[in-house]
């Protein structure tokens, strides 16, 4: 059990009001809000203890450099990695596709190779292995989706050739919330000797994420996301994929040494976080982890669970109310639309009535066009949020809804 | 009267207006007033997409003067473009160069225009000033 009260306390940003009350930030798969202690935590380091990292002898930059080693430790722990340099800290989980979209593609795919991706992808995890597959000649494969937004896993099996390299799905969709079996895509792509990349940017932060156990090759995800700040994201890789790509940018740090004629690459990690790293950032992220570890994530997933079976109650009483995304195995995320209101309309309306969501096509055109629709309204929930505002909420729509009657 | 004075009209217009409910409500009643656009001209040459809404602008050039049509697939955008069109539409190509436009920052509209909305509203007073240029170049008026 968590204490809600308590815990709303420690997010400054929702006791601000925005117009006339506090704000219903229903937005968190968007970006989540921070809770004091990481604030403070950015604070303290900029004040008192920034100096650049693996540089200096000096005690600042050891005392930075501990730091960030430390954030990775707490992150290797958190994930179960076997190692903490297959945590490599990147500016999110774009930056961390992009990474093994290049390096992976560079190693190991040619000429008409295939990449496996799913129909309810987001942009990032589209578009570089489309780069990629442009400068190989390499070719994308689909796992397409049922209507409640599941993937077709059966139709997965027939996707693989002995042209596969690799296959790529989010761990939970993010204009949907739907949550993949990502154990079973492993494990049938594991069994084709095809590796798995799994986009956790809204899987982490609401599901209980044990690498070793899934035996995922890459797992990426983005700080902000999950409490910490932004410009800051982890790749977690197998140490034997990190050790045999090479590395996507380069510059300082990611040398062990350099002559005119050929450079020594640095070892893992360092050979993947090329010039100074956002440092700070990963402290921050670091004490955003253990925030979520003292809450225990456990008490988090419960009670996020009990506000989705709350919210899809409540909303499934709107008339009119169009949900996209009707798989049981989601997180607490609604994607809607009311009868004939556009998501722009809806949005604007519910952001003077002090409530924050996505509308649009959340980065996610393909989705979109499965459904036959230009967006939708994305109302996505966090353990700060409460069925007080959720019933809020509900009124809010039918107010809307009334207004455009 | 001249474009600043249909502004003063409608600043004084919402002046009447208590909150945002009364302000926006009176949005979805002008959308409902704006007409005038033919299906015909709901085609891609026409379209201003937006990350949010979409709108479509048609001119017409007629005895000097530039008269704009729009659409949009959102009734409040819609609403802002019949505004638009009332401070815009039917005027000489050199009264909309030369247009400054203030009343929807009077009004307390200005998210409407504020870039991260995306509703192709802000692409759309881009695309009536480059209709005016062009128009105001070509005939040498």
Redesign the interface.
Known sequence: MIDIQAIRKDFPLLQQKI?NRPVVYFDNAATTQKPQIVINTINEYYQKYNSNIHRGVHFLSEKTTEAYENARQIIKNYINASFQHEVIFTSGTTESINLVAFSFGEKYIKQDDEVIISQLEHHSNIVPWQMMCERKGAKIKVIPATYNGDLDIAALERLFSDKTKIVCVNHVSNSLGIINPIEKIIQISHSHNVPVLIDGAQGIQHQPVDVNKLDCDFYAFSGHKIYGPTGIGVLYGKEKWLNEMPPYKSGGNMIKTVTFEKTIYNDLPFKYEAGTSNFIGAIGLGAAIKYIENIGKQNIFDYEEMLLHYVSEKISKVPGIRIYGTSDNKICVISFLIEN?????T???LD?MDIAVR???HCNQPTMKFYGI??TVRASLSFYNTIEEIDYFVESLLQVKK??A | MTIDQIQEQIVEEFSVFTD??EK??YL?ELSKELQGFKEEFRINQNLIKG????VWLQVEFKNGKIIFYADS?????KGMIALLIRVLSNRTPEEIVNAKLWFVDKIGLT?HLSPTRS?GLISMIKQIKLYAIAYKTKYNI
């Open positions: 117009y209101i556009h998501h722009f309309d949005g604007i309306m003077k509308t649009g096509n230009e967006g207004i455009f | 945002w409910m926006y409500t979805i990350c949010q809404s979409q697939d959102t009734v409040l955008t998210t509703n």
